[in-house]
């Protein structure tokens, strides 16, 4: 990463911090619950406040970037990447696990430039972990340094994963036939914190081998893709070609020969891209 996004990057961690502080608070009162695309895809106001708080903090410092925030494109606002200096916000990912009290939940905050990922943070905020990474300089959490687990034998392998929000019979079908052709490879375990951002830095820090999810958004992993990058891990689509971050379709991995045989098991499809332009009125 260019030094001159470093101010940046602790720009991100000081806000990241302090919606975590927002996050916590707001654990302590009645949350006022909405769905957005069906009645498990749940949304709180305190999401909604959290992401306003983190694009007026960042426009005051940076009033050129542009912004991806998960409840900004929940109000119709495109979800774009262009060359520009581009912050990538999910502010509650985990917004079941916050209405449930599940102690997963995790403010995501991701920087890319010329569509390259330039930093992640991912602020664990009912764990208190800071996980950080920026491009060519390692990925850590609260300071400690993370690397991926060089455990190659999936046999032995810990697998995380999300049913998502869909309940499309044809789409938990192949949701439910992935999951039992992997955990019948066998592997040791299968397991899922409820927050893909929890889920990536967990690879990163080597006790989980892999995670896979189709369904996700690009503000839900974009952070943690550069963690798990920097941590020696690697990312590819479901299918094993390249990763795509608008295709809501993500392997991460500890290494290539893991993912590749996640790969194998999983049945593929594709949910609308991220990228995919409104339907006109
Ligand atoms: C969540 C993701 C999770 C996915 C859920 C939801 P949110 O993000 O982190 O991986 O399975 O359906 O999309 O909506 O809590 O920011």
């Given at each position: 990463m260019?030094?001159v996004?470093?101010?940046?990057?602790?720009?991100?961690?000081?806000?990241?911090?302090?919606a975590?502080?927002?996050?916590?608070?707001?654990?302590h009162?009645?949350?006022?619950?909405m769905?957005?695309?069906c009645?498990v895809d749940?949304v709180?106001?305190?999401?909604?406040?959290?992401?306003?708080?983190i694009?007026?903090?960042?426009?005051?410092?940076?009033p050129?970037?542009?912004?991806?925030?998960?409840?900004?494109?929940?109000?119709?606002?495109?979800?774009i990447?262009?060359d520009r200096?581009t912050?990538?916000i999910?502010?509650?990912?985990?917004?079941?696990?916050?209405?449930?009290?599940?102690?997963?939940?995790a403010?995501?905050?991701?920087?890319a430039?010329?569509?390259?990922?330039?930093?992640g943070?991912v602020?664990?905020?009912?764990?208190?972990?800071?996980?950080?990474?920026?491009?060519?300089?390692?990925?850590?959490?609260?300071g400690?340094?993370?690397?991926?687990?060089?455990?190659?034998?999936?046999?032995q392998?810990?697998?995380?994963?999300?049913?998502?929000?869909?309940?499309?019979?044809?789409?938990?079908?192949?949701?439910?036939s992935?999951?039992r052709?992997?955990l019948?490879?066998?592997?040791?375990?299968?397991?899922?914190?409820?927050s893909?951002?929890v889920?990536?830095?967990?690879?990163?820090s080597?006790?989980?081998?892999?995670?896979y999810e189709?369904?996700?958004h690009?503000w839900?992993?974009?952070?943690?893709?550069?963690?798990?990058?920097e941590?020696g891990?690697?990312?590819?689509?479901?299918?094993?070609?390249?990763?795509d971050?608008?295709?809501?379709?993500?392997?991460?991995?500890?290494?290539?020969?893991?993912?590749?045989?996640?790969?194998?098991?999983?049945?593929?499809f594709?949910p609308?891209?991220?990228d995919?332009?409104?339907?006109?009125?």
């Amino acid at each position: 990463m260019a030094d001159v996004w470093q101010n940046a990057m602790e720009h991100a961690v000081a806000v990241a911090r302090r919606a975590g502080e927002v996050v916590r608070e707001a654990l302590h009162h009645d949350r006022k619950v909405m769905t957005k695309s069906c009645s498990v895809d749940l949304v709180t106001q305190t999401d909604q406040n959290v992401e306003t708080l983190i694009i007026q903090s960042v426009k005051e410092k940076f009033p050129t970037h542009r912004f991806i925030g998960e409840e900004s494109v929940a109000a119709g606002e495109a979800c774009i990447l262009t060359d520009r200096p581009t912050w990538i916000i999910d502010p509650i990912d985990g917004t079941t696990n916050f209405v449930h009290g599940f102690p997963f939940v995790a403010v995501s905050i991701g920087f890319a430039v010329n569509k390259e990922m330039q930093f992640g943070v991912v602020y664990s905020c009912l764990e208190d972990k800071m996980y950080t990474a920026s491009r060519g300089h390692g990925a850590f959490c609260n300071g400690e340094t993370l690397h991926v687990s060089q455990q190659t034998d999936v046999k032995q392998a810990m697998v995380a994963t999300e049913f998502g929000s869909s309940r499309d019979p044809e789409v938990v079908e192949k949701i439910f036939s992935s999951l039992r052709n992997i955990l019948c490879i066998p592997v040791h375990g299968v397991r899922g914190a409820g927050s893909a951002a929890v889920n990536m830095c967990l690879v990163a820090s080597g006790c989980v081998e892999a995670y896979y999810e189709t369904g996700i958004h690009i503000w839900d992993v974009a952070a943690g893709s550069l963690i798990v990058s920097e941590a020696g891990g690697v990312l590819m689509d479901v299918n094993g070609g390249d990763v795509d971050l608008m295709s809501r379709r993500i392997v991460a991995a500890n290494s290539r020969v893991v993912a590749e045989r996640i790969v194998m098991e999983i049945e593929a499809f594709s949910p609308p891209r991220d990228d995919t332009p409104p339907l006109a009125p």
